[in-house]
Structures are given as C-alpha cells and as structure tokens.
C-alpha cells in the first residue's frame, strides 16, 4: 500500500483523510484476520513465514522442538527427550502434496511405531495420520523410528530415528 501526503519536515508525512481512513480499515481487516486464523492454527504451524521445513515438530510439556533439519532431513545424533510416567509427546510428521493435482496432504515419512516395548503407548493418531500422542506408561528407553521412505543425515532411507524418549518415575 502506498502512503499518499504532503511531506512536513520534522513531523513526517501528514497522511490525507481518505488514506487514513484506508489504512484504518486495512488494519483492522489484518488484525480480524490473522485473529481468527491463529486460533484455529494447529499446534505444529508456525507463527510466521519461515524457510524451514524439519520432517517433524515434537510437543512435550508445551514446548515446541523442530526434529531434524530445516532440509527435511533427520539428524544424528537423535533429538532426546525424557518424560515423566503419565505424561506425554505429541508428534507431528511434515506434510507434502500427494495424488494427481497435489492438492491432499499425507505425512512425507510416517508416524514412528514403538518397537515392540511398554514405555510408550500411542494413544491418539489423527484422522491426517501425520500427528500422534504418545504417553509414557513405564520406566525406560525408547527409539521412535519412522518407516518408510526418509532422508536420514542427507541420505534416503528406509527407516529413520526420529526422538529417543527415556521414561522416568
């Protein structure tokens, strides 16, 4: 938008009524806008335009934590993380455009399984199946790995870590 004035010196630009009045409204519009739109913004969804894509976002205690780096690759040594029995980490697996427009979504590597242990226990996957609870059930260590197509350190794979969570009392 471009500001329209007669310049004043040492008062900056005296903005005519009819362009003070736009801006008003192009303010409020704004304000009204990025309002209602935050509120449905999912946890996972950044606050801002941003240049980096990690292949998952973690939530533990509330506190966001890119996994992996802004190249979509996952990293070694493997994000770590530790839990409290009964609480929990939710998982988010980036998105990409899938199907003949591109225009649906699905998880570009999927949802880590829980190898064959009773420390973590997923209880909730969303209908998207790119984003998981997992709650911490016992004591221990665990290795959440992505199977399925994934860039592990620059390199495609066929399964990736993704988080280690070590469960304490």
Known sequence: MELTGTFIPRSGYAIRRASALSLVVAAALMTGCSTSSSSSAPWWGTSGATTCGPPAVARVAGHLMNVGSCAGSFWLPVPEV??????TIDLHMTEEGTGPSGNQLAPASPLPDIPGTSVLKRTVTDPD???????????????????GRCILDGHERLSCPVVEVTVIR
Request: proline share 4%.
């Open 82 to 87: 530790t839990l409290h029995v009964g609480k």
């Open 129 to 147: 199946k790119a984003t998981a609870t997992y709650k911490a059930v016992h004591p221990g260590h665990v290795r959440l790995i992505t199977r």
